[in-house]
């Protein structure tokens, strides 16, 4: 079963429109949120005036930072590691707002068009402040986003100083550098956030319906958020329409809602709008850096650097140096290099907070493939061929990297090879010179990169799951949960089915409700294949081994001797045969005719533990395109990947991951992007202005598979993330290659008709047209 292409088990409920998400929950009771936001970047809040919206019939109460932050007693998030710089996130804002979208008072009322209405007339004092717009000099700005951050730092971190490589770069037969921009753009969730919080006073509990990648880190961020105990608050997660690091912590319009349902006393519903998603929920991506290889004469790698800087907004959440350190350590990436540098750098703004979004540090894969590229277009190598020369093989595995990071399982090399054999390169090659001589710009491109799944971080170091057989011989697996649209729920019948030997149809999921199912991390970074799988065996092999035991005596034979299978013992070479339903039975209503010294019932729990860092993936996504050099438009031609996630518990989940991080990549690439004017003022706020790809631009993605060992359970490795990494560095390559006749270097970020027309230009103003 596991490997086999089980048809997802939650589309018979998604695809008839049963599914239960946020919206749907309604309370006896229940009143709708609705926040007063900030028209402005910066300013100081004088008198807030909510009398006329008080007087609304309908409205209960609202609510400004006085009366609401006062009630939050912690402020803490689990993926916030110690030692980290502290980062101010008041639930409502107090004395000055830091964008346009922060909340600064929040309606209750028995309707959402009436607290809508009532929001309007709220009526706030302003006094407009210089706000930091460009976070690149926020650092020598005058202006502080957070009193008490000099420098508007939020933190730094680095490697090796990069003067230690000077000696090197000065004695290489080739140095590139290049400074390179990634602008900002967001998850984009089909189901915004949402909630429903409901306050039991006399029993001091919360119950708490929300929109989450992890319901165990909503439980014990609410518990120390109000100062009660993490058995007094249940976290229910239904389903959940998408995540993508957005959803793996409560942001302060949630923190709102939860400390509202408690000094209210009646059941609470916030449920984001989509311009609200855009405006204030959260960014990710925005960041450059400035970065450096230098090679010997036969194009081998002798250093690499990279000084990297993040916007990370007002208010980022969790603590941005977590994902974005990782962008410098691993800026080598599977490549052959021994020396190295980095620094990290994270600068507050007036803008949207930073959050996770699908592989937080892409940008390392950016940076070092974009500039990989670009050496190769300098020294007159092919790219493939570059790689080839630096790119690291099986044999010279395990290979640390000089930034910390050790590599190990892992298959760069064969991906690129599969690759490059799926498009037959030279081929494409053969026909870019004849397109070239008919006045057609076509492009290839690629991006190899290495990915860290189901690392251990102290919240995602272990997973716990429960099995239980009822006396009808079906099973019930529960889990911490987390789904949101990752197939979570057909990838565990799976596991479970087996890891038990039972059909199926007999295996059932129960996720998302911290009062039944055991702790556990959750959805993010790339952990939920190896991590429930994990714990999947760790419950299943005692229980297996019980049915097997049971079995036996009831028919007279050894454990040995007993095959289960499809839910259904038998003897080998014999005729006795029992069912998991007559053998529940026995566990459960006729306990004396179990093996001496066996406990009745059938139910374990397990818990799986993470045994390294990280569990090593990697893939080559390789593209081509054509670009029009007299509108900018870019068109898609073909898209591949060659992915190594190891074993593969259902092909179409795995292809699906990809499909969907690889449409992300794409979107950040050529359309989607979170911009501000120059005052502050963000104008992509609509999906209007805020581009996506759509059937239309997005062309067949074509998949191959490579696999190799891994350390994980059932040499698993994780695949969530990987497709959103690689996908834009290898959109950007192509539309490089296809405009390296005019001399173009692309160092800025998104690939927008209008910014290819603009390069176009200054080529051909700088005499760089083609013969």
């Known amino acids: 079963m596991v490997g086999a292409r089980v048809p997802r088990i939650e589309d018979a409920r998604l695809v008839a429109g049963a599914g239960t998400f946020v919206d749907d929950v309604t309370r006896p009771g229940l009143v709708h949120a609705c926040f007063v936001r900030s028209p402005l970047p910066r300013a100081k809040i004088g008198e807030i005036d909510v009398s006329e919206a008080l007087e609304l019939d309908g409205v209960l ?236 004469a036969d194009g081998k790698i002798v250093a690499a650097s990279i000084e990297h800087v993040q916007n990370v907004g007002a208010y980022p959440t969790p603590s941005p140096i977590t994902g974005g350190v990782v962008v410098g350590i691993l800026f080598p990436g599977p490549y052959r290099i021994t020396d190295a540098s980095f620094s990290s750098k994270f600068l507050y703004s007036n803008t949207l907070g930073r959050l996770a979004y699908r592989g937080p540090w892409q940008f390392e894969s950016v940076t070092r493939e974009v500039l990989l590229d670009h050496a190769a277009r300098q020294m007159g190598v092919d790219p493939i061929e570059l790689r080839r020369r630096n790119m690291l093989r099986r044999d010279e595995l395990p290979f ?95 596991l479970t089915a087996d890891a038990l030997g039972v059909a199926l149809t007999d295996v059932h999921t129960i996720l998302g409700d911290t009062a039944i199912t055991p702790f556990g991390g959750g959805t993010g970074g790339s952990r939920s294949g190896p991590m429930t799988a994990g714990a999947v065996q760790a419950a299943a092999a005692p229980l297996r081994e019980k049915i097997v035991a049971i079995a036996a005596h009831r028919l007279n034979t050894t454990p040995e001797e007993i095959e289960f299978t499809g839910s259904r013992a038998t003897v080998r070479g014999g005729d006795g045969a029992l069912t998991l339903a007559e053998i529940a039975e026995t566990a459960y209503f006729t306990p004396d005719m179990l093996p001496p010294g066996t406990a009745p019932g059938l ?79 963000p104008v992509a706020t609509t999906f209007l202005d805020y581009l996506l790809p759509t059937a239309m631009e997005v062309p067949d993605i074509e998949i191959g598979h490579v696999e190799t060992p891994s350390p994980g359970p059932a040499n698993l490795k994780g695949v969530g993330e990987g497709g959103a990494i690689g996908s834009a560095p290898a959109i950007i390559n192509a539309v490089a290659d296809a405009l390296s006749p005019f001399g173009i270097e692309i160092s800025e970020l998104p690939l927008s008709p209008s910014r290819i027309v603009e390069m176009l230009e200054q080529a051909r103003g700088a005499g760089k047209e083609p013969a």
């Open 61 to 296: 109460a609202v609510y400004t930072a006085a009366e609401l932050n006062p009630g939050a007693h912690q402020i803490t998030y689990a993926l916030d590691l110690p030692g980290m710089p502290p980062v101010p996130r008041p639930p409502l804002a107090e004395e000055e707002v830091r964008f346009v979208g922060d909340p600064v008072a929040m309606v209750l009322a028995t309707d959402r068009y009436i607290a809508e209405d009532a929001a309007e007339l709220v009526i706030v004092d302003y006094d407009p402040l210089e706000p930091v717009v460009d976070y690149k000099t926020a650092d020598t700005s005058e202006n502080l986003v957070h009193a008490g951050f000099a420098g508007n730092s939020a933190g730094e971190m680095g490697g090796r100083p990069a003067s230690d490589l000077q000696p090197l770069f000065d004695s290489a037969a080739h140095v590139v550098r290049q400074q390179i921009f990634q602008q900002a753009y967001v998850p984009v969730p089909m189901e915004t956030r949402g909630i429903v919080a409901e306050w039991a006073a006399p029993t001091a509990e919360m119950t708490i319906w929300t929109s989450t990648q992890s319901p165990h880190e909503v439980r014990g961020f609410c518990a120390r958020l109000l100062g009660i105990d993490e058995h007094q608050v249940r976290v229910i997660a239904r389903d959940t329409g998408g995540g993508f690091g957005l959803k793996v912590a409560p942001l302060r319009e949630e923190v709102c809602a939860l400390l509202a349902a408690r000094a209210l006393g009646v059941p609470v519903k916030w449920i984001e709008d989509r311009q609200e998603n855009l405006m204030a929920a959260g960014m990710s991506r925005h960041e450059h850096a400035d970065v450096a290889m230098a090679f010997d």
């Open 603 to 681: 139910e374990s729990s397990g818990r799986h533990k993470t045994s390294q860092m990280a569990i090593w993936a990697n893939a080559t996504h390789l593209c081509t395109c054509e670009v029009d050099i007299e509108t900018g438009a870019v068109t898609l031609l073909r898209y591949i990947v060659s992915e190594d996630c190891g074993s593969m518990i259902n092909p179409n989940v795995v292809e699906g991951q990809i499909y969907g991080g690889a449409v992300q990549g794409i979107g950040g690439a050529l359309y989607e992007h979170l911009a501000y004017d120059e005052s502050g003022n």
């Open 400 to 494: 640390a990297n000089p930034n910390g990071m050790t590599y190990d399982n892992v298959s760069p090399l064969e991906t690129l090879e599969q690759a490059v054999a799926m498009v037959d390169y030279q081929a494409f090659r053969e026909e870019q010179k004849s397109a070239r001589e008919q006045g057609r710009y076509i492009g290839i491109g690629t991006c190899t990169y290495v990915e860290p799944t189901a690392g251990s971080t102290p919240f995602h170091a272990t997973e716990g799951a429960t099995i239980r057989i009822e006396p009808t011989g079906k099973v019930n697996v529960y889990l911490a949960g987390g789904s949101a649209g990752n197939s979570l729920e057909t990838t565990i019948v799976q």
